[in-house]
């Protein structure tokens, strides 16, 4: 469970995340955050939300090695295959990935470098999509729905009340959403 959202200013990330943590009809307010910021050897940010499981977030938090952004490949070109690959390795080091039908899975989680957005889904395809912002999680389609919202509003707020609008949002109407939230900037 969770929401995770995230939206893009220019050169900038703005990106929060819920504190539950949800199993089956439980719930507990974690004091471990959801999001966070590692950098690559060339000092490139990425800010880092995630859902499906805490032990994933915590491998990539804790034990993967950012590969450099080479500088002669399309940012997206390197999510698709340096970056998934190094997640790919750290999640299977860590035990977390799990092969069916011959298929390897992990979880879902946003990342944002370089002023863009990536949703890494759980076959670890790398999706960009082309609004400015991004959610995940199961409050992640009424974070969406709040992020469309006050898109659309003159003035616009600023990013950072926007990812906070839109986690209220998915904590009102998810039964697995929950502050206190916890947001950062990604530069």
């Known amino acids: 469970m969770t929401c995770i959202a995230a939206i893009k200013t220019g050169k900038s990330i703005w990106i929060g995340g819920d504190s539950a943590g949800v199993a089956g009809y439980s719930i507990v307010t974690r004091s471990d955050k959801k999001v966070y910021v590692k950098a690559d050897p060339s000092g490139n940010n990425f800010g880092f939300g995630f859902t499906s499981s805490f032990r994933m977030g915590q491998l990539i938090q804790y034990h993967l090695h950012i590969p450099t952004i080479p500088k002669n490949i399309?940012?997206?070109?390197y999510m698709a295959t340096d970056f998934i690959e190094s997640i790919r390795s750290c999640l299977k080091e860590g035990g977390f990935t799990q092969i069916e039908n011959n298929q390897e899975s992990g979880g879902t989680f946003i990342v944002g470098v370089k002023g863009r957005l990536f949703t890494i889904d759980s076959d670890f395809q790398v999706g960009e999509d082309l609004p400015d912002y991004a959610a995940c999680g199961c409050g992640g389609s009424i974070a969406l729905g709040s992020f469309f919202t006050t898109d659309k509003l003159k003035p616009k707020p600023k990013p950072?009340?926007?990812?906070?609008?839109?986690?209220?949002?998915?904590?009102?109407?998810?039964?697995?959403v929950r502050g206190p939230f916890n947001i950062m900037q990604v530069t």
Not at 161 to 171: E, G, H, M, T, W
Request: without cysteine; charged residues 25%.
């Open 74 to 77: 399309d940012l997206h070109e």
């Open 160 to 176: 950072q009340d926007r990812v906070v609008l839109a986690l209220q949002a998915a904590a009102e109407f998810s039964a697995g």
